[in-house]
């Protein structure tokens, strides 16, 4: 088996003196879809902002091996990371086309950048129509479209996903998750999944964590975790 793209290990995280992570451990396979889930304030954004450099941490974090924890999150970003935070993060005074020339800031080759773009449109037709239209003016769904193909612009190894479903249309959500199958399967970009809509991220996720107040309480196999009685009765709501 080969090794874990991403395996974090005893990661602890605080806000100034207030702690929120507890010495969690978790890991994303190569090409793999990892979810993490929980209700509001277990630490889910907080994870994700983590594993890019965004909040003060103690305990491991690597990247094919390599340790991450501590770095700028210029430079995580430079090793593939892409995070899609929650709110969506595109810059909303800019135009499409210019939201997606940022998301490749960091690459040098142009031409295929430039195919990229092609890419991005074929996932998502409708950022072609709006290409010149300010981010600001888009309907949510589409926002969240180009923020995960701004993200996606950057080749990642790994995607970071903060709550793609919220404040969606179940249809607009339904069509996101979609494409993220089917980047996942086309393209082998491993991704790491918050979510609080529980059933639908463990449709997608290969592989579960359940986080309670800052530590994984349940881990498993996205099956085995839909299967158990525990998370079935609190996040399934069946
Ligand atoms: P939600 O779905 O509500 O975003 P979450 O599981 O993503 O929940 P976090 O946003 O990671 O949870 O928050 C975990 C805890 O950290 C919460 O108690 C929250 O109040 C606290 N927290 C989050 N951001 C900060 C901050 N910038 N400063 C201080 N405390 C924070």
Redesign the pocket.
């Known amino acids: 088996m080969s090794a874990p793209l991403l395996q974090v290990t005893n990661l602890h995280a605080q806000?100034?003196p207030?702690k929120?992570l507890h010495g969690i451990a978790f890991e994303v396979k190569q090409g793999g879809i990892t979810t993490i889930l929980?209700?509001?304030?277990?630490?889910?954004?907080?994870?994700l902002?983590a594993m890019c450099g965004m909040v003060k941490t103690q305990g491991e974090v690597r990247l094919e091996g390599q340790r991450i924890d501590g770095k700028a999150t210029e430079d995580i970003v430079r090793l593939g990371v892409a995070h899609v935070p929650?709110g969506r993060g595109t810059f909303l005074n800019l135009t499409v086309e210019e939201n997606l020339r940022l998301g490749a800031y960091t690459r040098k080759d142009r031409q295929q950048v430039q195919q990229d773009f092609e890419r991005m449109y074929g996932y998502f037709p409708r950022l072609k129509e709006r290409l010149r239209q300010q981010a600001g003016t888009l309907s949510g769904g589409e926002q969240q479209m180009l923020a995960v193909s701004r993200a996606l612009m950057l080749r990642p190894k790994l995607l970071l996903l903060?709550?793609p479903s919220f404040g969606l249309a179940p249809r607009i959500v339904q069509e996101i998750f979609e494409i993220f199958g089917e980047i996942s399967r086309t393209e082998g970009t491993s991704m790491l999944l918050?979510e609080?809509n529980a059933s639908l991220a463990l449709k997608l996720a290969d592989h579960a964590y359940l986080?309670e107040t800052?530590r994984v309480v349940i881990s498993g196999s996205a099956e085995s975790i839909r299967n158990d009685e525990a998370v079935r009765r609190s996040y399934l709501g069946y």
């Open positions: 806000y100034g207030t929120v929980g209700a509001n304030g277990a630490g889910k954004t907080t994870t902002r929650d903060d709550e918050v609080q986080l800052g």
